[in-house]
């Protein structure tokens, strides 16, 4: 059986183009561990991004792990046999590190199930001074790492091109290989602002629950950890790896466009932390799609919103003029330009998604969403006139202040948006498909609306139901629901503080059973996600530092509550929100 999961696992690398092998002599190991199926974790340019800037260090092997599906997990459970590494089929507990790469919240259980198929104790305290240390980074780990707080040994934060380098740096020169685990902890917490031990820190309770306070309980461990940001301009542009046709785009490289977004929409959580915005130069973006074309002719082109990149006319023309193929993730209505949607359609590309989030104007201020009836109405007109694109629609629910008119009010815009779609389309005497993507808010930290509780479940179910029947009669129009008890168990692990682990945990145990485990906790989940929060109170990511002002967060909530919109980002030019303060190309 272990035979067959190494031959599967050869036959996957025969299908890759740009893996990296290395010889183990002398080197630090790191497993790379994304928590979810191949097909998933190698869609992603994140985990792309850290595998390659680990392997171009010479002292350093980092191999891929992932969660096993389908054939390839039987074929685990059968054989008995630890989780393996992808590169060499090395044992995950043989590594010295294992990292995990976190992207969403939902992938929180696939940790520990990771940990148990690689014959390593779940929780911390379980684990002996034996190699590996496990970790975490990426975006959820500094939105709010206390849910996985009981199976981390530490936690790195920030973006991976400003401060992976440094890290390795003392792990590497530490020369602690013999030394006891809690050592290990103490040299890296003194030696690096951004690293979070939460052995290290004590939270403590109010009777009612709420923290009272989360202060270090070793003098090597900072009130505050910061979270880095890479700004420099000259660094290089990335783009994926490794390709391979196993995953969700194919062989397409992707290429990041830029990182943030400066919209200021109160509900999304990458739209703070990322800040400031950062776009590449148009020259830049133009030879570094070059590049990629010349091991692929399609490329993927990441941004938050791919129409506001500077340029991006130019650089979409340079693709198809090339004689290749490009795809875009989501565009912004009101900075969506006929010569970026002409390329998109010479590139083959079917189906375009834009955002309204909120079917009615109130609401759009609410969320400071800056987007009007008329420019989404424009957008529209402009799409449908270019070619027959679908278009895919993005609304959320239960949004602070909602009321059930702002929901009526969606099924009164996605009327007009198919009206204006058979109005432009009809001297083609053709048109694209409206496909709605309905989605529960999910309050986030870091964000305006991080105070805001979730909805109730059985309110978004109704509201769902309602636009479903409604919508069902106008014909012609898909509605895909999210499902509002996967947003409860999201909004639980985004909110909630280490007392969390425990539901997580017992779920494990239970074998996923999430209503078992949330029936039975003795921590009640409702706190953590129907419980409307004080501004005075100390919130379990507190401690923190990702450079945006507290304050600057309250007065968004508060302009919200009044249903009034504030400016975008104006890199530099302002000192609201407190990011803006710049030192040697990294912020701090």
């Not at 466009?257 to 830049?284: H, I, M, N, Q, T």
């Not at 129409?307 to 991006?312: A, L, V």
Request: charged share 25%; hydrophobic share 40%; proline share 5%.
């Amino acid at each position: 059986m272990s035979g067959d999961i190494i031959s599967l696992y050869r036959a996957r690398l025969a299908r890759e183009k740009g893996t990296i092998k290395k010889d183990w002599g002398g080197k630090l190991t790191v497993a790379l561990a994304y928590p979810n199926y191949y097909r998933l974790g190698m869609s992603n340019l994140g985990f792309q991004i850290v595998y390659r800037i680990l392997n171009k260090r010479a002292g350093v092997v980092a191999e891929r792990v992932f969660l096993p599906e389908g054939q390839e997990m039987s074929l685990y459970l059968q054989s008995g046999r630890p989780l393996l590494s992808l590169e060499s089929q090395a044992a995950l507990d043989k590594f010295h590190l294992v990292a995990f790469s976190l992207s969403f919240e939902n992938d929180y259980p696939n940790i520990l199930k990771m940990l148990e198929l690689g014959k390593i104790a779940l929780l911390f305290e379980e684990r002996t001074d034996q190699f590996p240390l496990i970790m975490a980074g990426g975006i959820t780990s500094f939105l709010n790492p206390e849910p996985l707080a009981p199976f981390m040994d530490f936690f790195l934060f920030g973006e991976a091109e400003a401060n992976l380098d440094e890290f390795i740096d003392i792990f590497s020169e530490m020369s602690l290989w013999n030394a006891r685990k809690n050592e290990i902890l103490s040299s890296l917490a003194r030696n690096m602002s951004s690293l979070y031990v939460p052995l290290f820190y004590e939270p403590q309770y109010h009777k009612d629950g709420t923290l009272k306070s989360f202060l270090p309980k070793n003098s090597n461990a900072p009130e505050r950890v910061k979270v880095p940001r890479r700004l420099s301009a000259d660094d290089q542009i990335p783009q994926s790896v490794i390709t391979t046709p196993d995953t969700e785009f194919g062989n397409k490289i992707l290429v990041e466009l830029g990182r943030g977004c400066g919209r200021s929409c109160r509900f999304c959580a990458a739209g703070f932390v990322y800040r400031p915005p950062r776009f590449y130069r148009e020259s830049d973006l133009i030879s570094s799609i070059e590049k990629a074309l010349k091991k692929s002719d399609q490329v993927g082109l990441l941004a938050a919103a791919v129409s506001d990149i500077p340029g991006i006319e130019n650089v979409t023309s340079f693709i198809v003029e090339s004689g290749s193929r490009f795809s875009v993730s989501s565009l912004r209505a009101d900075s969506i330009g006929r010569g970026l949607l002409e390329h998109l359609k010479q590139a083959g590309q079917r189906t375009l998604a834009i955002a309204p989030e909120a079917g009615s104007e109130r609401l759009r201020k609410v969320i400071n969403k800056h987007l009007t009836r008329e420019k989404i109405m424009e957008a529209v007109t402009l799409i449908s006139e270019t070619w027959d694109f679908s278009l895919k629609l993005y609304f959320l629910i239960g949004l602070p202040t909602e009321s059930r008119d702002d929901v009526s009010k969606i099924v009164d815009i996605v009327k007009a948006i198919k009206h204006y779609m058979v109005k432009a389309s009809a001297p083609r005497g053709r048109m694209g498909k409206i496909i709605l993507s309905v989605n529960c808010f999910i309050p986030k930290p870091f964000t305006p609306f991080q105070w805001f509780p979730m909805d109730q479940i059985s309110s978004l179910k109704e509201k769902q139901k309602r636009l479903r029947k409604t919508l069902g009669k106008v014909g012609g129009i898909g509605v895909n629901p999210d499902v509002p008890k996967w947003a409860y168990v999201q909004t639980l692990l985004s909110m909630g503080d280490r007392r969390v682990g425990s539901i997580l945990h017992k779920t494990h145990l239970l074998k996923g059973d999430w209503t078992k485990a949330l029936r039975f906790s003795e921590v009640n989940p409702d706190f953590f996600v129907y419980r409307p929060k004080g501004l005075d109170e100390l919130l379990p990511w507190d401690f923190i530092d990702n450079g945006i002002l507290k304050r600057h967060l309250i007065s968004e909530y508060e302009l919200a509550l009044d249903g009034e919109e504030s400016d975008i980002c104006h890199v530099g030019e302002c000192v609201r929100c407190g990011v803006c303060t710049q030192v040697d190309g990294i912020l701090k």
